[in-house]
Each structure stands twice: as structure tokens, then as C-alpha cells.
């Protein structure tokens, strides 16, 4: 979730020039210019990075969160592990539109998968997903959907009972809600923007996903003590920061430890000094957890178990 700031234009949402739209047929290439989707609503992919060096590529798509867009990737992409082909998809949350008079948030998530299935001629190796976007994730996981071969979450946003949900909670991720958008736009504009300047932007952000788009968010994040999570069944990698104040830490430990008794594939790691979006403010470190995890994960279970062990002493303390 992020109330990043606009290119030029902004506050209108922008296209980059290699979108692939859901109207046209998926045979993306690297920086092929195709129009953007007329249906702000509508789902793309774009190939953002193929492969580099020998071997066989592992097909990652990339998912972003609300009020975002596939931007947020650039840091990590800049410094993903060479094995990975990059696809990002643009998601109908990054700004206006009726997507959020959908209750079912998910389906995006399925379409963006499908695309990228028909884009890149297999279903991806690995799918990571921020903010928003991994909590609808983790729930078409829990529901027992196939979605990769190995998923990243990164500050997902979970609570293990509903119980933890009280009126506080709900009045500060409603009334403060412009502040956490305005960490996105802090972490990607720097100084450049004065505070006021910040806060105005984020306000812009969060009015035009309207009460409907923070309805969604949150009804997503109320229902995740009820999520079935025995059904999870694939590696998973998840990653938070130890400074943020939308997905907090203690959310990703809690995620952690529900999955636990049943999934012996799941890593977690708090990542200290960083907040919401670790893959922007520390690409390097980002990459490397991800190298890591992929290169286990997708080698088989024995391995990954083995790497599991070998990072507990670390993981999410």
C-alpha cells in the first residue's frame, strides 16, 4: 500500500509505454510499446527484465499494492538475481475506477496470473506480491488456488483472531489512513518533497481510492482470522519491516506462527531499520532473500527445509 508519487501528469494514473492490455493478445516482449487499457478496471502485464546470463529462467510476476503501481518494483528490479525473468502487472488499485465495488478483490489476482500465464507460455515459478496485494494472495493461497511454485509475500497484512480487531484499530487505519499512503510517496520521493506537499498528495491518493477501495482493504485484512490456512501448501517467503506502521511486524511473526504447525515451507524475516516497503528501501537485501529462498524453494522440498533450519536462528526475530 503506497501513495506513491505521480510522473508527470499526476494526479492521473500513468501507462507505462509496455503495458500489455487484457484486450490485447499476450505476446509480450521486453519494451514493446502497446497502448494502455482503455477499462481502468482491466488487469496488465508487461515483461519488465528477461533473464539474464545461462540456464533456464525463473518466471517471477510481480504484484503491487494499493494506490500503487508496477513502478514500485524499479529498485528491486534494478538488482533482482539474474535467473529472474520479471514480469510486473498493473492492478485496477493503483488508483480510480469500479474495481472496489467488487467484493471479490481476488479475482485481479487470478486475471493478472492468467495473463502472465499466456504472456510468458508457462505459469510463473514465483510470485511476490506487497502489501494489499499479498493479503489477497495469502487468501487465494488459503483457498487452495495454484498460483506458483513459490510465493513471496512482503508486508502482508494478517491478525491471528478476530478479537484483535477492536474500535482503535479500526479508527486508526481509517483516520490515518492518508498517513500510510503518505509513507509510500516519503520513501520514493525522499526529500525532495516537503511534508505539507506529502500530505496533500497522499490525501489526493486516498480520495481517489475512496471509501469503497479502503473498504476493500480492510474487509481483506478482517478476514484473515478466518482464513483456512491449512489449505497453504507451496513455499513461502514472507518479508516485513521492522519500522512499518501499516502491515506492522507483529502481523508478519503472527503469519508466521499460524502457519507453522502445518507448513514446514514457510521463512520469515523482520528486516531492522526499514518500514513498509523493504524492496525499494533496501533492493540489495531484498534480493539477495529472495535468491536465496527461490534457489531452495524451487530445488525441492528437502533443500528448502534445509535452508529453513539454517536461517530459524535469524528468521523474523
Avoid at 217 to 245: I, K, N, Q, S
Wanted: with cysteine.
Amino acid at each position: 500500500m503506497t501513495g506513491r508519487p505521480r510522473r508527470p501528469g499526476w494526479p492521473g494514473r500513468p501507462s507505462p509505454p509496455d503495458r500489455l492490455p487484457r484486450s490485447v493478445p499476450a505476446a509480450a516482449t521486453e519494451g514493446r510499446g502497446l497502448a494502455p487499457a482503455a477499462d481502468p478496471d482491466a488487469v496488465s502485464v508487461h515483461l519488465r527484465r528477461p533473464a539474464l546470463g545461462p540456464g533456464e529462467p525463473v518466471r517471477a510476476l510481480l504484484l503491487h499494492g494499493l494506490g500503487d503501481s508496477a513502478t514500485v518494483w524499479e529498485p528491486f528490479a534494478r538488482h533482482a538475481p539474474g535467473r529472474l525473468e520479471l514480469w510486473c502487472a498493473e492492478l485496477p488499485w493503483g488508483g480510480g475506477g469500479r474495481w472496489s465495488r467488487d467484493e471479490d478483490s481476488g479475482r485481479w489476482v487470478d486475471d493478472a496470473l492468467r495473463l502472465a500465464t499466456d504472456a510468458a507460455g508457462a505459469r510463473p515459478n514465483l510470485l511476490i506480491a506487497h502489501s494489499f496485494a499479498a493479503t489477497l494472495t495469502l487468501a487465494r493461497l488459503a483457498a487452495g488456488a495454484e498460483l506458483a511454485g513459490a510465493v513471496v509475500l512482503v508486508a502482508p497484512f494478517y491478525r491471528a483472531s478476530a478479537d484483535e480487531f477492536d474500535w482503535p484499530a479500526i479508527s486508526y487505519y481509517l483516520n490515518e489512513f492518508h498517513q500510510i499512503l503518505a509513507e509510500g510517496i516519503r520513501v520514493r520521493a525522499g526529500a525532495r518533497l516537503s511534508d505539507d506537499l506529502r500530505t496533500d498528495m497522499a490525501v489526493r491518493v486516498r480520495d481517489r481510492l475512496g471509501p469503497y477501495g479502503w473498504s476493500r482493504f480492510f474487509d481483506a485484512y478482517l478476514r484473515t482470522p478466518g482464513l483456512p490456512l491449512a489449505g497453504v501448501d507451496v513455499p513461502l517467503l514472507l518479508v516485513a519491516g521492522e519500522r512499518d506502521t501499516a502491515a506492522f511486524p507483529r502481523d508478519t511473526r503472527a503469519l508466521r506462527d499460524a502457519l507453522a504447525p502445518t507448513h514446514p515451507h514457510v521463512e520469515a524475516h523482520v528486516l531492522p531499520g526499514l518500514g513498509h516497503f523493504p524492496m525499494v528501501e533496501r533492493p540489495e537485501q531484498f534480493s539477495r532473500l529472495v535468491d536465496g529462498f527461490t534457489a531452495a524453494a524451487l530445488a525441492g522440498p528437502q533443500q528448502h527445509a534445509r535452508r529453513r533450519l539454517h536461517q530459524h536462528s535469524r528468521a523474523a526475530s
